[in-house]
């Protein structure tokens, strides 16, 4: 049986984290089921992180 390809990956994962340390803003990264990614800014009042609904299981 063979897998379906991945709608993200690591890599793409990884490009996003690098964009936001080259900007220096205080964004969060955010994968949607669907594969979108999202770069969201994070509110600097809370420091507290935001709970994750896990939807499903992610493998990278």
Excluded: W
């Excluded at 490009?15 to 669907?34: H, M, S, Y």
């Amino acid at each position: 049986m063979s897998r379906t390809p991945a709608k993200v990956t690591q890599a793409d994962i990884a490009r996003a984290i690098r964009a936001i340390a080259q900007t220096g803003a205080k964004l969060a990264v955010e994968i949607a089921p669907d594969g979108t990614i999202r770069l969201v800014p994070v509110d600097s009042g809370n420091n507290e992180p935001t709970p994750v609904a896990v939807r499903e299981e992610i493998r990278l």
